[in-house]
């Protein structure tokens, strides 16, 4: 699946979000080292503090389908012009999963921005740094 292919499955994805607080609408779409493609939008909550962004939905999906070995992010803000990077906290749980995933950024006018999970989240926290 090529990048552009990826973002479009996130742009997809960005179309079923609930976001009728911020009204931002984000889509991902996570691509296992076997090819399988889990998606995941923003899920609001009148409880704002709740809400879960659209890479940790599509993370959790995987997960808890016995899918650990990610290779591959799409990511696709719906309301923004520029690229939607993802937030602090979806950073840090990509990084439990792998800092060698790649985060593809898809934008309106079809460029993609792509960087490891290294980059966008350096001296990272892991479990590596747990005593064993
Ligand atoms: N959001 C995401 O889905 N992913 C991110 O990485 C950044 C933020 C969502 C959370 C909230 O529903 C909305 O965007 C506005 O912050």
Do not use: W
Not at 31 to 54: K, P, Q, R
Not at 100 to 126: K, N, Q, S, W
Request: net charge negative.
């Amino acid at each position: 699946m090529t990048q552009q292919e990826l973002t479009a499955l996130a742009k997809q994805a960005a179309e079923r979000a609930y976001a009728p607080y911020s009204h931002f609408r984000v889509g991902a779409a996570l691509e296992c080292s076997d090819g399988t493609v889990f998606t995941g939008c923003n899920v609001e909550n009148a409880a704002y503090g709740l809400a879960i962004c659209a890479e940790r939905t599509a993370m959790v999906k995987a997960v808890s389908e016995g899918h650990r070995d990610f290779s591959r992010i799409g990511i696709y803000c719906a309301d923004a012009e520029d690229f939607g990077m993802p937030c602090g906290q979806c950073r840090q749980f990509m990084a439990e999963f792998s800092l060698d995933m790649e985060v593809i950024v898809g934008r309106p006018d079809g460029e993609v921005l792509v960087r490891t999970v290294r980059d966008l989240l350096p001296y990272a926290f892991t479990p590596a740094d747990l005593p064993t």
